[in-house]
Antibody, heavy 118, light 107 residues
């Protein structure tokens, strides 16, 4: 069974940093692109970025709204993907989902909540 | 970025109704479009990919059609479990974008 479990969310002050983790199991992690998507309270879905595979040089791509502040990385030996978030703003408050790319975005974690507030 | 516009924003329907949701893209996507269902407090669930391909395990009452800039999601006979928010998503470009969502509620 495919499982994606996010962790690392919490309350952080504006300007602060946070690192989210996503532990994957139940599939061959190393062959899949992995993405992060967020959802602000009561709002829609926003794609943040992805990390490609070793075959694709672990290339990362980002949405314009977070480029330069957020960094995605992966560790295939640990079946994990990470989202480093810096210079956080109140508008970054959201539920952050880890997502597998297969047939489109075919598996989602349950999300981890990030609240940016003083 | 490609803009995705769904209509309607809210849809009131009864069990057994045929329901259609439309998604329009600001530029051609070929068939690189997906549909997701999200229930309260849950992660989105993939229903349809590549415009018309049914994800494994998704009931056959769900179907997708369209290409280029106009797409539809149809539920042939609405069931109680189908009341939810539905999102379309383009993945034609390297920067995927979602529609704003369509809430299907009980009439």
């Amino acid at each position: 069974e495919v499982q994606l479990v996010e962790s690392g969310g919490g309350l952080v002050q504006p300007g602060g940093s946070l690192r989210l983790s996503c532990a994957a199991s139940g599939f061959t992690f190393s062959v899949h692109y992995m993405d992060w998507v967020r959802q602000a309270p009561g709002k829609g879905l926003e794609w943040l970025g992805r990390t490609k595979t070793k075959t694709n040089s672990y290339t990362t791509e980002y949405a314009a709204s977070v480029r330069g502040r957020f960094t995605i990385s992966r560790d295939d030996s640990k079946n994990s993907v990470y989202l480093q978030m810096n210079s956080l703003k109140s508008e970054d408050t959201a539920l952050y989902y880890c997502v597998r790319e297969g047939n489109s975005f075919d598996y989602w974690g349950q999300g981890t909540l990030v609240t940016v507030s003083s | 970025d490609i803009q995705m516009t769904q209509s309607p924003s809210t849809l009131s329907a009864s069990v057994g109704d045929r329901v259609t949701i439309t998604c329009r893209a600001s530029q051609s996507l070929s068939s690189w479009l997906s549909w997701y269902q999200q229930k309260p407090g849950k992660a989105p669930k993939l229903l349809i990919y590549k415009a018309s391909s049914l994800e494994s395990g998704v009931p056959f009452r769900f179907s997708g059609s369209g290409s280029e800039t106009e797409f539809t999601l149809t539920i042939s006979s609405l069931q109680p479990d189908d009341f939810a928010i539905y999102y379309c998503q383009q993945y034609y470009t390297s920067s995927p974008t979602f529609g704003q969502g369509t809430k299907v509620e009980i009439k």
